[in-house]
């Protein structure tokens, strides 16, 4: 049987978020212990909590939400292209140096596994402004390639010093980014893959669970 990889995050309520967005709250409203006939939980938190996807709607005005994202566009073949550990910053240069970046000629999703990985993003307590992301360069390089995703291991597919501009570039190609995945046991390579975010209607972003199936 083909080896599956849960590359999600556990939300909780000590998870990490993006400066700015609330904190995870979890409240059991009911609770079989308290004589009360069944167990349910109330969750608070952000959209862009954990492993979750941005929709175009995100960072522009006219952009289409999570319900009306293609079902093709989160399903299928993936690679994961793994950078080396003093890879900074994921710009043109150092993706034009990759080995492997022929297989975006024909494989339309891509990860990329950087340093993040080893931080252990799924652990973390503290916000790491230093995780690696593409800037402005890498983006523009990357839609060039009629990509359906992007995905990369920390809370934002751009780095934290060049944010929106990377975003706006992909999102206005609708390249969905998958942000905030657990790759830290994943070895590059190429896997099916299988993102199903939350139906929220009318949202510019959805949590989601992620898998990646060996080939």
Not at 26 to 44: F, H, M, P, T, Y
Not at 147 to 162: P, T
Request: charged share 25%; with cysteine.
């Amino acid at each position: 049987m083909p080896k599956i990889y849960d590359v999600s995050l556990p939300i909780t309520p000590e998870m990490v978020v993006w400066p700015g967005d609330p904190q995870v709250t979890i409240r059991q409203v009911s609770a079989l212990e308290r004589g009360d006939e069944s167990n349910v939980s109330q969750i608070r938190m952000s959209v862009h909590i954990g492993t979750h996807i941005d929709a175009p709607l995100h960072f522009l005005r006219d952009g289409k939400p999570i319900g009306d994202i293609l079902l093709e566009k989160l399903v299928g073949k993936v690679v994961v292209l793994a950078l080396p550990d003093d890879v900074g910053v994921i710009s043109r240069a150092v993706l034009e140096k990759h080995p492997h970046l022929h297989l975006l000629d024909e494989i339309k999703k891509v990860l990329f596994k950087t340093r993040n990985s080893s931080s252990a993003l799924a652990e973390a307590i503290e916000f790491d402004k230093a995780y690696v992301g593409l800037d402005t360069s890498g983006a523009q390089f990357l839609s060039r390639f009629d990509l359906d995703l992007v995905g990369v291991d920390y809370l934002s597919v751009a780095a934290y010093h060049d944010t929106d501009r990377p975003h706006e570039i992909l999102l206005a190609r609708e390249v969905v980014l998958l942000e905030g995945l657990d790759l830290a046991e994943v070895p590059a390579g190429i896997y099916d893959l299988y993102c199903l975010p939350l139906k929220l209607a009318g949202c510019e972003g959805a949590p989601a669970r992620v898998i990646l199936v060996e080939n």
